[in-house]
């Protein structure tokens, strides 16, 4: 069936350090990932996203690249700020639905 | 505040009993997703409408279940006969129709079950 796997679960990175969350997803119709931050408490927000038919995206300190042919996807946070520290989620969405299915969620810590 | 609302914020029930949650989407947005997102976990697929018309259930989602968007606004999500298992955060997402649109998330209504 459809599953997205997330890693780490958790991750500590001193400020200014990089930070990379890695997604694995199961449906080879899968064609449009998004990643979501969620502060304690808060609503789940988009990031950044990334179609199928692109490689990369970046956007300021974030970037996600995307490998079709293995089905993996990554985070990528450069120049890490102690208000970078949330849990993030990437999810997968196919051709034919709207739905996202959801990784685990990763929660990043930054420490100052 | 023109973003996507759920009421109420917090639910606390006893076994065995109904609760309904309410969505009210953003104005423009015809596609309204209900997901359910216990600690830990990323939110999990319920269900999902296109103006009033349901279009996809998540086969876990057990028949006591139940969604409703009658006007193609707003949704309700009722619960019958709660069970402690039933205890997340409900989450409710609009988005405008196609394909790349992006999904507006909630603040979510947190529900226990005693």
């Known amino acids: 069936g459809e599953n997205v796997e997330q890693h780490p679960s958790t991750l500590s990175v001193q400020e200014g350090d990089s930070a990379v969350i890695k997604c694995t997803y199961s449906?080879?119709?899968?064609?449009?990932f998004p990643w979501y931050k969620q502060e304690l408490g808060k609503r789940p927000q988009l990031i950044i996203d990334i179609r199928s038919n692109v490689g990369e995206k970046k956007d300021q300190r974030i970037a996600v690249t995307l490998n079709k042919t293995a089905k993996h996807f990554s985070l990528h946070i450069t120049e890490t700020q102690p208000e970078d520290s949330a849990v993030y989620f990437c999810a997968a969405r196919n051709s034919g639905t709207y739905k996202y299915i959801f990784g685990t969620g990763t929660r990043l810590k930054v420490l100052a | 505040d023109t973003g996507v609302s759920q009421d109420p914020r917090h639910k606390i029930t006893k076994r065995g009993q109904n609760v309904t949650f309410r969505c009210d989407p953003i104005s423009e947005h015809n596609r309204l997703y209900w997901y359910r997102q216990t600690l830990g976990q990323g939110p999990e697929f319920l269900t999902y409408?296109?103006?009033?018309?349901?279009?996809?259930k998540s086969r876990l989602l057990s028949d006591r279940f139940s969604a409703e968007r009658p006007k193609g606004s707003f949704s309700t999500l009722e619960i019958q006969r709660t069970e402690q298992g039933d205890s997340a955060m409900y989450l409710c997402?609009?988005?405008?129709?196609?394909?790349?649109?992006?999904?507006?998330f909630g603040p979510g209504t947190r529900l226990t079950v005693t």
């Open positions: 997402a609009s988005s405008l129709g196609g394909l790349d649109h992006e999904q507006y």
């Open positions: 449906d080879s119709a899968s064609n449009y």
């Open positions: 409408f296109q103006n009033e018309a349901q279009l996809e």
